[in-house]
């Protein structure tokens, strides 16, 4: 079940928030807790009980660090959370790929496991993980309700795509949560946003992405037409469906991190890692490069420490070898920015926005292309073979307009003009904000309804 769809919005979101106000407050992190597994259990049954698992696991190692805190005990407990977390993560995101390639490489007979991912497995493994971190570091609170450590796990409106929530950031809000009327307005006027940023924004850019990648040879205008749809859909698919996570937070009390903070608008690669995927970003920084020694070990030391960084966020993306490279393509450009280009992009900013998107653009190729062949023939079509094309006209003349609110709106321009517009409490600027939202909902739904083409990038991460 995704937010998206009109199963959750007329179904399951109304009999679930039903239930949660309906509930004394001391019960309602069980109905989150029992929700939650409804949620995930309707598109993945089967793994609901691995998600329990980690649940189980993570809330013991996590009670007996903290009982045994300050012996070799505690430390113990720390590494089994790890090693069983990343071993679940392993064995169900990397075993097959692993196989594969070590048969392809060296001519072995491996068995290749055929097992299917766990929707939201990368996010709820790192979320567990770094509670027991959090735990036996002494910066987080122990939790004793099992319930309660549960619902946390299992929170459906990040459970599947985060942001990655760290139990120290929510450990208040889990044991007592302000819930009132304007919060829950404000969580579901997020939750309309997120939704039409995914409905109508991403899902239109998707459908021209998926007609070019099928033919990237056709011409140079057509490919580049298509990357930036790609980049288009991927942000308004990933950033809409993170404002619908923090909106429905919002609705049960909860107040999320931000994820996205107009990444787009970026003048460094440096820059755009800051905004984008943001949760992500801090994990590793605090789970990864900072124990390895940050940069307070001399710049070699810490180019190393990128290097490890970078190699893992691509592996977490996804088993294949477009990911790893990927993660390699941003340390490089990453440690080049460091060592030469950093102050040089300071001085001109609009040069340095066209250079960050252009780099983004090459890099989202690898992202997107799982394929290699796939990567070198669309990266070749961006820059070789005929300059247009019937087809890239005719996307350009139909799609132009709306790629270029899009661009304009992941720059930030957008959200600052509508926080002008519903500034204050006049009266005027509550009918422009309702109406928006009632329009804006409706057309989404409407959408929903009458389409087919509603994909969820992140699905498969």
Excluded at 267 to 276: G, P, Q
Excluded at 284 to 290: G, K
Excluded at 292 to 308: E, S, Y
Excluded at 319 to 336: E, M, S
Aim: overall charge positive.
């Amino acid at each position: 079940m995704v937010f998206s769809s009109p199963l959750f919005i007329v179904l399951y979101l109304p009999l679930a928030l039903g239930l949660y106000f309906l509930m004394p407050k001391r019960l309602r992190n069980g109905v989150i807790f029992f929700v939650s597994l409804i949620f995930y259990g309707w598109g993945e049954p089967v793994y609901v009980s691995l998600m329990l698992f980690s649940t189980v696991v993570d809330f013991a190692c996590g009670y007996m660090a903290d009982k045994l805190r300050g012996t070799g005990g505690a430390k113990a407990w720390l590494l089994a959370s790890v090693i069983i977390n990343l071993s679940l993560l392993g064995f169900f995101k990397y075993s097959g790929f692993l196989a594969r390639s070590l048969n392809s490489m060296f001519g072995l007979s491996l068995y290749v496991p055929k097992v299917s991912l766990p929707i939201g497995i990368s996010f709820y493994t790192f979320q567990t993980m770094s509670y027991t971190i959090d735990v036996y570091r002494g910066e987080a609170p122990v939790q004793k309700n099992i319930i309660s450590f549960g619902a946390y796990v299992a929170l459906f409106p990040q459970l599947i795509a985060g942001p990655i929530v760290r139990y120290s950031d929510i450990a208040c809000q889990m044991e007592g949560r302000e819930e009132n009327t304007d919060i829950f307005g404000k969580g579901c006027s997020r939750f309309v946003c997120g939704l039409c940023k995914k409905v109508m924004l991403a899902n239109s850019f998707g459908a021209v992405w998926e007609f070019f990648m099928a033919r990237p040879e056709e011409s140079i205008l057509g490919s580049w037409i298509g990357i930036i749809c790609y980049a288009l859909q991927i942000y308004y698919d990933f950033s809409g469906y993170s404002d619908m996570a923090l909106g429905l937070g919002g609705m049960l009390g909860f107040s999320f991190p931000e994820n996205f903070l107009h990444p787009y608008a970026s003048r460094s690669i440096t820059e755009f890692w800051r905004r984008w995927h943001v949760s992500l970003g801090t994990w590793f920084r605090e789970y990864v490069y900072i124990p390895l020694g940050g940069n307070r070990k001399g710049i070699k030391r810490q180019i190393f420490n990128m290097l490890v960084v970078w190699l893992l966020t691509g592996i977490w993306h996804g088993a294949g070898w477009n990911f790893l490279l990927w993660g390699l393509y941003y340390f490089v450009l990453l440690t080049f920015e460091k060592l030469f280009l950093l102050k040089r992009l300071e001085k001109a900013p609009l040069l340095a926005r066209a250079y960050t998107f252009f780099a983004v653009c090459l890099g989202w190729v690898l992202f997107a292309c799982e394929d290699l062949n796939l990567v070198h023939g669309y990266l070749e079509g961006m820059f070789k073979g005929p300059l247009l094309s019937q087809s890239a006209l005719y996307y350009l003349s139909s799609m132009g307009p709306l790629m270029a609110l899009g661009l304009i709106g992941s720059g930030g321009f957008v959200n600052s003009l509508w926080k002008k517009l519903t500034a204050g409490e006049s009266k005027k600027a509550a009918f422009i904000s309702a109406a928006a939202l009632v329009l804006g909902f409706t057309a989404s739904v409407a959408c929903l309804v009458a389409g087919t083409y509603n994909p969820f990038l992140y699905f498969r991460f």
